[in-house]
C-alpha cells in the first residue's frame, strides 16, 4: 500500500494564479482532511471529508474549495493564489473503527507551496 | 470554537536531560492523540488517549490524560538526539473525524 500520496511535493505559482493539489489514499479510509502547516501555528485544517460526496469546512476555508467525487480521491483547490497561501499542505486521511471515529491520522509527504 | 494550546513552543536540552510538553484545551475532548513531525517530514501518529485519568507509556515515553479531559502532556525521559522534531497534540471529538491540533513543541537535544 501507498498509504496517502500528495502531488506535487514543491510548487511556485504567481498571485492570482490556481492549481489544484492532488491527494489519493489507497486504506480505504472514509475521512480525510487537508491541513496547512505555518511556522508557530500548528496545523491547521481547511477542509475535511466524512465520505464521497460530503465535505465541510474546517477551521481556515476562506480561498480553498474541494470536492470528494470517490473514497480515494480529495482534490484542494486554490481559486486565486495569494501570498498568504504560502504553506506547506497536508492531506491526511483517517478511518471509523465500528460507531466511532477514531481519527487516527495518515498523513502524507506534504505539498511545498510559494506564492509570489 | 475550540482550541488546543500547547508550551513550551521550544525546548533546547542536552541529551540525557528529561523533556516534557503540555496541551491544554478550552473544551473536553473525547480523545487526545499525540504525533512526532521529524524536520522536513510529515506527522506520525504516535499514540491516543480516551479515558479520563490514563496514561500510557512506549519505552521513555509517557503520555498522560487528565482527569477532566481537557490536558494531556508527553513525557520524554533521557533525551537521545533521535527525539529531535516537533510534538504535536490533537484533540478529538468523536464520530466528526475531526481533530483540532495544538501549536506544537519543536525539540533540539544537542549531543
Known amino acids: 500500500n501507498a498509504g496517502v500520496t500528495q502531488t506535487p511535493k514543491f510548487q511556485v505559482l504567481k498571485t492570482g494564479q490556481s492549481m489544484t493539489l492532488q491527494c489519493a489514499q489507497d486504506?480505504?479510509?472514509?475521512?480525510m482532511s487537508w491541513y496547512r502547516q505555518d511556522p508557530g501555528m500548528g496545523l491547521r485544517l481547511i477542509h475535511y471529508?466524512?465520505?464521497?460526496?460530503?465535505?465541510d469546512q474546517g477551521e481556515v476555508p476562506n480561498g480553498y474549495n474541494v470536492s470528494r467525487s470517490t473514497t480515494e480521491d480529495f482534490p484542494l483547490r486554490l481559486l486565486s493564489a495569494a501570498p498568504s497561501q504560502t504553506s506547506v499542505y497536508f492531506c491526511?486521511?483517517?478511518?471509523?473503527?465500528?460507531?466511532?471515529?477514531?481519527?487516527?491520522?495518515?498523513f502524507g509527504a506534504g505539498t511545498r507551496l510559494s506564492v509570489l | 470554537g475550540q482550541q488546543v494550546m500547547q508550551i513550551p513552543q521550544y525546548q533546547h536540552v542536552q541529551e540525557g536531560e528529561d523533556f516534557t510538553t503540555y496541551c491544554n484545551s478550552s473544551?473536553?475532548?473525547?480523545?487526545i492523540q499525540w504525533y512526532k513531525q521529524r524536520p522536513g517530514g510529515h506527522p506520525v501518529f504516535l499514540i491516543q488517549?480516551?479515558?479520563?485519568?490514563e496514561v500510557k507509556k512506549q519505552k521513555r515515553l509517557t503520555f498522560q490524560f487528565g482527569e477532566a479531559k481537557k490536558n494531556s502532556s508527553l513525557h520524554i525521559t533521557a533525551t537521545q538526539t533521535t527525539d529531535v522534531g516537533t510534538y504535536f497534540c490533537?484533540?478529538?471529538?468523536?464520530?466528526?473525524?475531526?481533530?483540532?491540533f495544538g501549536q506544537g513543541t519543536t525539540l533540539q537535544v544537542k549531543p
Open positions: 491526511a486521511s483517517s478511518f471509523r473503527d465500528g460507531g466511532l471515529a477514531r481519527n487516527i491520522q495518515y
Open positions: 486504506m480505504n479510509h472514509e475521512y
Open positions: 471529508s466524512v465520505g464521497a460526496g460530503i465535505t
Open positions: 473544551t473536553t475532548l473525547s480523545n
Open positions: 488517549l480516551v479515558k479520563s485519568g
Open positions: 490533537a484533540g478529538g471529538k468523536s464520530n466528526t473525524g475531526k481533530l483540532i
